[in-house]
């Protein structure tokens, strides 16, 4: 192919040549500091879902070594049925702390 061109038309071929290249090489280097870039940014990443998953098994240890006593889960729905007996009452007794507590005002 060179040989059938002129010498000024091989010197632009040439010249076209080495600016593809230098447009190559400036590409290759941004490619590169991109990867580097992402490269930082994963190991950041993995460091912190290290982390994260260390912080779950911890998590995940201390609520299997705490768990509540039977008397205190006893103790806490018994408390509850009594609050909900005890409003029940005070509602059965006096009508009137039902109608004062929920007004009828909007009620139509």
Sequence with gaps: MLNEMSNAEAFLYAR???VVVAKL????SDV???IKSL???KEYTEAAIDHIRKDLIINK????MR???KRESVFHI???DILIITIFKIFHR???VLMICFPLKNII
Aim: hydrophobic fraction near 25%.
């Design 25 to 28: 090489r400036l590409c290759w």
């Design 67 to 69: 768990k509540k006593p």
């Design 94 to 96: 006096n009508p009137m």
């Design 16 to 18: 076209q040549c080495r």
């Design 78 to 80: 018994f408390s509850i």
């Design 32 to 34: 590169n500091e991109e």
């Design 39 to 41: 490269s930082k940014h």
């Design 61 to 64: 240890e201390s609520v299997n």
